[in-house]
């Protein structure tokens, strides 16, 4: 973290810090935090939890994506997937995986996040081996399934553990380093298959080895994860006392009167925060503006391959091309993710952003040229990929205490990936070779993206300057300071 982040996140007056009780005062009493402390707790957290959110994301996204894959490399001339049918099975990994989203928020404090996440895992590995077993198209729409009810909740709970440990401003970077997995696993994807699908033998031909393996690899990760995350702040084993009391006293103090208890772990949950969760202004337009943001994501990572083959290239080369547009969108989404948190800017990112994937869709649409519409890949991946960890980041920020923040998340990505009913439809057999309509739907996409943006980014400023001027404190006076959340008159939203 930089010296400028460090400073921006300091608490203006200071004095020491003793003991844990002493953190679980009020939010603006005055604690030393020192800088160097400071540091070494974010470069501790950063050692030991992010590695493994990031190859839980990895490896998450190579087998919700391995069908794009796989699809090139024969399965569906094997299992007879015509017309839509392909469309078909893409959707209906997502029936499950949504319905799951808000229940599992809710429920990971309770199973222990650092158990359950990893368990997750186990078991979305062990369904997508079973994939390489398929032999006909209803048992790949079952493997479907139980893969979507498997993976449903890793993406909001990974949002809502970051959030128990790191703060408000370090979190956007955080959420880049797990989520820069989906553009890399892209990369990763398309050489591992390369190579798997020259495996031949009697019954097995390219293709399933593209499951055995990957999803080998899922479950064993899945097992050691389960020895390495910890639970919430208070569960941390690798600090000093001093590090822990400072952890939970930035935690605090960073939550500026939102939080009713001085840790996640004194939080009960009460239906109260579900509904203050669901009535928030950014909760309702940061999920529609996710899912304008998720559309073309999807549909990216499921058809680029069908997309550059349909440029001419024969299958090898079509899935070793999609490496480099995936490539620039991994370290797009770092710079991004570190830039949003040392401006403590979310949205103006995005409008940038969405700009530039309208740009490559258009090169796409327009040119004839294969070497111009391949062009359009890289702005489309440099584009859209960085909007996905600001909008989860912006609604993260501007939510609070954890019961709220983890039904809004939660709610976001329900909805935002109800897009997958749309970007599983947006490229089909017959617009091929150009797929002028998928493009041109994830246009209007990311149209709509701009304009829910922008909303969002006035409604902020005007709440954050009625909050400055004192017409919010009249909620300390009429109601109870500890049911306030983001409602307190010293929450300040991120913009």
Same mark, same amino acid.
């Given at each position: 973290m930089s010296s400028a982040e460090e400073k921006k996140d300091e608490s203006p007056s200071r004095v020491h810090i003793a003991d844990v009780e002493k953190v679980s005062?009020?939010?603006?009493?005055?604690?030393?935090?020192?800088?160097?402390?400071?540091?070494?707790?974010?470069r501790k957290l950063d050692i030991r939890i992010m590695p493994w959110l990031f190859g839980l994301w990895l490896l998450a996204f190579i087998d919700r994506s391995n069908i794009?894959?796989?699809?090139?490399?024969?399965?569906?001339?094997?299992?007879?997937?015509?017309?839509?049918?392909?469309?078909?099975?893409?959707?209906?990994?997502?029936?499950?995986?949504?319905?799951?989203?808000?229940?599992?928020?809710?429920?990971?404090?309770? *199973?222990?996040?650092?158990?359950?996440?990893?368990?997750?895992?186990?078991?979305?590995? =062990?369904?997508?081996?079973?994939?390489? *077993?398929?032999?006909?198209?209803?048992?790949?729409?079952?493997?479907? *399934?139980f893969l979507g009810l498997t993976e449903g909740g890793l993406l909001g709970g990974m949002l809502v553990y970051l959030a128990m440990f790191y703060r408000r401003h370090q979190l956007l970077y955080r959420i880049t380093l797990f989520y820069c997995a989906a553009p890399l696993s892209g990369a990763f994807g398309g050489l591992l298959a390369t190579g798997l699908a020259e495996i031949h033998t009697d019954g097995y031909n390219g293709w399933p080895f593209i499951f055995f393996v990957e999803g080998a690899i899922t479950i064993v990760f899945g097992i050691v994860v389960l020895f390495m995350l910890p639970h919430t702040p208070s569960d941390v084993k690798f600090f000093t006392p001093e590090e822990h009391s400072a952890l939970l006293a930035r935690m605090r103090l960073d939550a500026h009167g939102s939080n009713p208890t001085s840790s996640v772990d004194q939080e009960k949950f009460s239906w109260y925060w579900v509904h203050r969760a669901l009535l928030n202004v950014n909760t309702i337009v940061l999920s529609l503006n996710f899912f304008a943001i998720i559309t073309p994501i999807y549909s990216f990572s499921l058809f680029l391959p069908t997309i550059i083959k349909s440029l001419g290239?024969?299958?090898?080369?079509?899935?070793?091309?999609?490496?480099?547009?995936?490539?620039?969108?991994?370290?797009?989404?770092?710079?991004?993710?570190?830039?949003?948190?040392?401006w403590q800017m979310r949205g103006p990112l995005m409008l940038v952003g969405c700009v530039v994937a309208i740009v490559g869709y258009i090169m796409l649409i327009a040119s004839t040229r294969s070497s111009v519409q391949y062009g359009g890949t890289f702005l489309v991946a440099a584009g859209i990929f960085p909007c996905s960890p600001l909008v989860m980041g912006w609604l993260t920020n501007n939510l609070a205490p954890h019961?709220?923040?983890?039904?809004?998340?939660?709610?976001?990505?329900?909805?935002?990936?109800?897009?997958?009913? =749309?970007?599983?439809?947006?490229?089909?057999?017959?617009?091929?070779?150009?797929?002028?309509?998928?493009?041109?739907?994830?246009?209007?996409?990311?149209?709509?993206?701009l304009v829910l943006t922008t909303i969002n980014i006035f409604y902020c400023q005007w709440e954050n300057k009625k909050r400055a001027s004192g017409e919010r404190d009249y909620r300390l006076r009429e109601e109870d300071e500890e049911r306030l959340g983001y409602r307190h008159p010293h929450f300040k939203y991120t913009v």
């Open positions: 005062t009020a939010w603006n009493e005055p604690i030393d935090i020192p800088p160097e402390l400071d540091k070494r707790i974010t794009g894959n796989a699809r090139i490399d024969g399965l569906a001339e094997d299992l007879k997937l015509d017309s839509n049918k392909f469309n078909i099975a893409l959707t209906v990994f997502y029936v499950p995986y949504i319905c799951y989203d808000v229940p599992s928020n809710l429920v990971i404090k309770y *199973f222990r996040a650092g158990y359950y996440l990893p368990t997750l895992l186990i078991l979305w590995g =062990i369904v997508s081996l079973c994939i390489g *077993f398929v032999k006909s198209y209803e048992g790949l729409l079952a493997a479907r *399934f290239y024969a299958k090898v080369t079509a899935q070793l091309f999609t490496v480099p547009p995936n490539m620039s969108a991994f370290f797009t989404v770092l710079f991004i993710g570190w830039l949003s948190d040392r019961y709220v923040r983890a039904t809004g998340t939660g709610f976001q990505i329900m909805i935002a990936n109800m897009a997958a009913f =749309i970007a599983t439809f947006t490229y089909l057999q017959e617009d091929a070779p150009r797929y002028i309509t998928g493009h041109a739907i994830n246009i209007g996409m990311l149209g709509l993206a």
